[in-house]
């Protein structure tokens, strides 16, 4: 199982802005995501419906190691 990290942005703003997230949901969506792909500047994306936030899909941004965490938040926008 591999070691999940967060990035200082993560912790001290992501969290603070989106109380309502939770860490296991970010790791639920990289584990189980429906699409992944890169991003810029040596980032990964990845999308899954979260059962606990009402099947709504969440986006969640990893470094380049894909373990860790840097950004999260929900993608209205986003069709599989």
Partial sequence: MNE???TEYFEKEVLRKRPYL?????????ENAVRSEPQERN???FWAPV????????RVITLEDKVTIHN?????????
């Fill in 4 to 6: 999940y990290k967060y």
């Fill in 22 to 30: 939770k860490k296991e949901w970010c790791i639920y969506v990289i």
């Fill in 43 to 45: 980032r990964y994306r």
């Fill in 51 to 58: 059962p606990e936030f009402g099947n709504r899909y969440l």
């Fill in 72 to 80: 999260a938040f929900p993608d209205r926008d986003f069709e599989p």
